[in-house]
């Protein structure tokens, strides 16, 4: 506020108009331009993707310089499409950046969002209480490559069942369902998924988690290595996953409030449906973001075994 003391009427018209131009409004500080990103993820929005929630809704990708934009639903074509740098981060699995990358893909795993696996075997079955409990019986997996597939794959070498000791079912993405009909006796499923439905349902069950039995790598953040070559564009994604790796330890300090962003971003959801399943993933997110090699090591060791890729 500007005010004026102690002046004669003579001096005052000379005065009022310098005192009018310095008491103008100064321009306001040019607002801070976000450098606007996209992250394509092949699922819909889900609980799994909270500490992304975070990040955008606590401002943490803003006060790093950065407007993300999430696309959602593309499926296994997430890779092609950021290879075409038609985004700038996909989300995937191991085995689909390891295959990608022998077709000649340009991707590099560049951030770890999953510590290790979240799959696991499931069965329902009061006569199954051990692996070597499923010699004999069927069991089911959504499709007969992928994560799921490894999965089982490692399950059954790590207890020493042979393949001609099982029947492997394909079931789609309706593994509970075959479960219950009793089609299959056991299936692959994602640890903070499927075994939550069974809880609510006062279900008893069998478990067995991936990280007990096998080495493959946990999800990532992929980019294309064609990308994020100048000095400028390594600070950018630098920036990116320090906002993100915040956002995971907010995640994991705070599971309550993390549950409730996530809702405002995913339509339906019920925050005690959301919060159990952050709950289910905690032990999962990163700490530090630091790609494990030996763990796609490991994952394209599986691949090679079983002749997915030279």
């Known amino acids: 506020m500007c005010r004026l003391f102690g ?31 996209t992250l394509a993820i092949g ?6 993707f909270a500490p992304l929630y975070v990040a955008m809704h606590e401002g943490y990708f803003a006060q790093a310089g950065i407007d993300l934009t999430i696309e959602y639903g593309m499926g296994s074509d ?10 700038h981060f996909a989300l995937g699995d191991a085995d689909q950046y390891l295959l990608a990358r022998a077709q000649g893909m340009p991707l590099q795993a560049s951030y770890q969002y999953y510590e290790t696996s979240p799959l696991a075997m499931m069965s329902m079955d009061p006569t199954i ?9 069927r069991i089911g997996v959504s499709e007969l ?34 479960l219950e009909r009793g089609e299959v006796d056991a299936v692959v499923v994602f640890a903070n998924n499927e075994p939550l439905q069974m809880r609510e349902q ?3 069950y069998q478990l067995w988690m991936a990280s007990d039995f096998s080495a493959l790598a946990g999800a990532l953040i992929l980019t294309n290595s064609n990308q994020w070559q100048s000095d ?28 409730a962003i996530a809702q405002q971003y995913i339509d339906g959801a019920i925050y005690e449906d959301i919060l159990a399943g952050i709950y289910a993933t905690l032990a999962y997110y990163t700490e530090s973001g630091v790609v494990d090699q030996a763990r796609i090591n490991a994952t394209q060791e599986s691949l090679r075994v079983l002749g997915f890729m030279e």
């Open 129 to 137: 209480s051990l692996p070597s409990d499923l010699r004999g019986r």
């Open 145 to 178: 490559s992928g994560s799921s597939y490894l999965t089982l794959m490692e399950f059954l070498t790590y207890y020493d069942i042979s393949q001609e000791d099982v029947e492997i079912v394909r079931v789609g993405y309706a593994q509970l369902a075959a």
């Open 43 to 48: 699922y819909i929005p889900n609980m799994q």
């Open 232 to 259: 400028e564009q390594q600070r950018v994604l630098n920036a990116f996953y320090e906002a993100l790796t915040k956002a995971m330890r907010f995640t994991r300090d705070h599971p309550e409030e993390a549950a």
């Open 7 to 37: 002046y004669t009427k003579v001096g005052l018209l000379g005065l009022l108009a310098f005192v009018l131009l310095s008491c103008q409004a100064k321009p306001a500080k040019e607002a801070r331009t976000l450098t606007p990103l």
């Open 202 to 204: 006062d279900v008893r």
């Open 78 to 87: 997430i890779l092609s499409i950021l290879a075409g740098g038609r985004v």
